[in-house]
T-cell receptor, first 112, second 113 residues
Framework: DQQVKQNSPSLSVQEGRISILNCDYTNSMFDYFLWYKKYPAEGPTFLISISSIKDKNEDGRFTVFLNKSAKHLSLHIVPSQPGDSAVYFCAARRTSYDKVIFGPGTSLSVIP | GAGVSQSPSNKVTEKGKDVELRCDPI?????LYWYRQSLGQGLEFLIYFQGNSAPDKSGLPSDRFSAERTGGSVSTLTIQRTQQEDSAVYLC???????????FGPGTRLTVL
């Protein structure tokens, strides 16, 4: 049973536009959420996170929104750049000392 | 500074053979994790080390899989009697402590023929 879902395997966006990557989770005990970015032949790198006590966290072009009642989070990239083309993994954990559960990833292509 | 390194980067083996995958974490990171990414799947947790002990090995898929960590540093993931379904990218990550950001290595792509 997949606890973290990313229902869009891929997404294409024009350069300069907004990219919105979605993530749904099933475990209401999750209290911390992360996004990782992965280029081919490299390991994932941490991008941004959000605690369940917040509903928004912003870091430059990247903003993560959390809707706890809907068990949904999204990553917004504005403006999108070709270098943002990568696989984005949504992840979640219950407590600081619990394992991180990753979603299957969404492949983003930003078209110049 | 040096990141997490893994070796080999690629490994092709025949069904039934044993393989060893190595992970060198970032110096000073006490927590170390192994994950597996099969084609089209997310990152599947395998095992977590705190120092040299493994308090969480709940993700190891079968008793053919084992891992050890020595000196609080290097870790080896061993797969015995490999099967075709073991084909995947095996990723290692480390962090200062379990609650901290994980830093991933580039992975080892294992292909079992």
């Amino acid at each position: 049973d997949q606890q973290v879902k990313q229902n869009s395997p891929s997404l294409s966006v024009q350069e300069g536009r907004i990219s919105i990557l979605n993530c749904d989770y099933t475990n209401s005990m999750f209290d911390y959420f992360l996004w990782y970015k992965k280029y081919p032949a490299e390991g994932p790198t941490f991008l941004i996170s959000i605690s369940s006590i917040k509903d928004k966290n912003e870091d430059g072009r990247f903003t993560v929104f959390l809707n706890k009642s809907a068990k949904h989070l999204s990553l917004h990239i504005v403006p999108s750049q070709p270098g943002d083309s990568a696989v984005y993994f949504c992840a979640a954990r219950r407590t600081s000392y619990d394992k991180v559960i990753f979603g299957p990833g969404t492949s983003l292509s930003v078209i110049p | 500074g040096a990141g997490v390194s893994q070796s080999p980067s690629n490994k092709v083996t025949e069904k039934g053979k044993d393989v060893e995958l190595r992970c060198d974490p970032i110096s000073g990171h006490t927590a170390l994790y192994w994950y597996r990414q099969s084609l089209g799947q997310g990152l599947e947790f395998l095992i977590y080390f705190q120092g040299n002990s493994a308090p969480d090995k709940s993700g190891l898929p079968s008793d053919r899989f084992s891992a050890e960590r020595t000196g609080g540093s290097v870790s080896t993931l061993t797969i015995q009697r490999t099967q075709q379904e073991d084909s995947a990218v095996y990723l290692c990550a480390s962090s200062l402590a379990r609650s901290d950001t994980q830093y991933f290595g580039p992975g080892t792509r294992l292909t079992v023929l």
